[in-house]
């Protein structure tokens, strides 16, 4: 059995991913919940998912782990202490997101762009750091995960009707789904509106949460009926094609 291990983590908009390993690189376990940026969750929310975590990924054998890095978006004390309730940690390093990105590429200073629930665009120079983005959704980002999905549905249902360029897109969605473009294009905005109503990223819900000072555990229950009936529309919408393209056909958009 090793005698030395480390954990390495990485939090963001929609997940916290942390692993843990041995002094020869072999992976010992790995755990992963929702995310750690307080841009759309509140602290509180972290709470117990971390400790979730911290109890899956450290066995109970590991009693010290000699260092522990990450790059985690939002305040990393959560997960800290889960881990320092686990067991005793040597060393603590954060890491900036550019400066992950930098070091991906073998470089320490440089410009890194990089884009997931949300998009960034760091500047680390030996005498000034900067950063914009990582709003995601909020203020749209672009580039993040969200801005390129409304950009993908606008591509398609734009070739679609004539509007925009010619583009594979349409011919792929039948091929591939059997839906026409104007079909993807109602499913999409649904799922985007239930993306922003329901954990994890579940921006608007967090906000009205923050906005109100109530905590999101003491309102899910009463949202779950709710819940539940956008999911049954989304089913709908997204397997019933008659139903969905009922209005668009009667209107001859299709």
């Avoid at 929609?14 to 992963?32: F, G, H, P, Q």
């Avoid at 305040?75 to 900036?96: H, K, M, Q, T, W």
């Avoid at 591509?155 to 789904?177: F, H, I, N, Y």
Wanted: aromatic share 8%.
């Amino acid at each position: 059995m090793a005698e030395r291990y480390y954990i390495a983590a990485d939090g963001g908009g929609t997940k916290l991913l942390a692993v843990l390993y041995d002094e020869e690189r072999n992976v010992i376990s790995s755990s992963k919940t929702h995310g750690t940026n307080q841009l759309f969750r509140p602290k509180e929310a972290m709470l117990g998912e971390t400790e979730q975590l911290a109890s899956e990924l450290i066995p109970d054998y590991v009693r010290r782990v000699e260092s522990v890095d990450f790059s985690i978006v939002g305040d990393p004390a959560p997960f800290l202490d889960a881990v320092r309730r686990r067991c005793e940690i040597g060393r603590v390093r954060g890491y900036g997101e550019g400066g992950v990105a930098l070091a991906s590429a073998g470089v320490k200073y440089g410009v890194a762009a990089q884009a997931g629930t949300g998009s960034d665009a760091f500047l680390i120079q030996p005498d000034k750091r900067d950063a914009v983005g990582g709003w995601g959704m909020t203020l749209g980002d672009e580039g993040g995960g969200y801005d390129i999905g409304l950009k993908t549905l606008r591509a398609a249902v734009w070739a679609e009707d004539g509007r925009g360029v010619p583009s594979v897109l349409p011919a792929l969605l039948k091929e591939t789904w059997g839906m026409s473009a104007v079909h993807f294009g109602l499913m999409m905005v649904m799922n985007l509106c239930v993306g922003t109503l329901t954990p994890p990223v579940g921006a608007i819900l967090f906000a009205g949460c923050r906005t109100h000072k109530v905590k999101i555990e003491q309102i899910i229950g009463m949202l779950l009926p709710f819940f539940i009936v956008i999911l049954a529309s989304l089913l709908l919408v997204t397997y019933v094609p008659w139903f969905t393209m009922a209005i668009p056909t009667a209107l001859d958009l299709v």
